[in-house]
């Protein structure tokens, strides 16, 4: 467990805040075989987006972040120096939102992203494309509280 179980974010700079927890986390845990995958869940406008806007912030990224709902995947270069280290050198962002079945990932080169242990992935809607995710995932679940307040729980298992 990185963030804990359930946090609420009461702010875009308390998301912030946690995208600074979830990544020292990630760079403290043992380097996986593959790549390093966390599934995001969670209805619409619940905060998937904006956490991984602020994770690419964190990581020194300069791009504009933008949703990836109708190009389905983005790819970013990590700067050298960021807070993971040398442990990372892509961030590649997917919203299988528009996606029915893993088959369709296919076309993303899915099986090549996930086999690569330099990068970090994050999936927005990972339930539609359940068939072709890797056994170990983190679980990041979003829920929209009110106005500005959001809560992100993690879970172990898919
Ligand atoms: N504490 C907060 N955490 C996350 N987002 C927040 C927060 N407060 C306000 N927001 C706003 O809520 C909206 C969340 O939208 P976002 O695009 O991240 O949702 P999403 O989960 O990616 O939805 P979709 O499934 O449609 O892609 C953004 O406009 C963001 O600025
Ligand atoms: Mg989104």
């Known amino acids: 467990m990185i963030l804990g179980n359930s946090t609420e974010v009461k702010s875009l700079v308390e998301l912030r805040a946690l995208a600074v ?16 995958v966390v599934c995001m869940s969670g209805d619409l406008g619940a905060g998937k987006t904006a ?18 709902t109708f190009v389905l995947e983005k790819i ?4 050298a120096g960021s807070v993971v280290g ?17 088959k369709e990932t296919s076309a993303l080169g899915f099986d090549e992203i996930i086999a690569d242990k330099n990068n970090i992935v994050f999936i927005e809607w990972p339930e539609n494309i359940h068939d072709a995710l890797p056994k170990e995932v983190i679980n990041l679940s979003f829920s929209y509280v ?9 879970r172990i298992s898919r």
């Open 51 to 68: 956490f991984v806007k602020c994770v690419a912030s964190v990581l020194g990224i300069t791009d504009v972040v933008t949703s990836p």
């Open 86 to 102: 040398t442990r990372f050198s892509k961030l590649i962002h997917i919203d299988a939102y528009r996606l029915r079945s893993g």
């Open 21 to 36: 927890k979830f990544l020292d986390g990630i760079a403290k845990n043992e380097a996986n075989k593959g790549a390093t």
């Open 76 to 79: 970013y270069t990590i700067p």
């Open 146 to 154: 009110d106005g500005n307040v959001r809560r992100v729980e993690e």
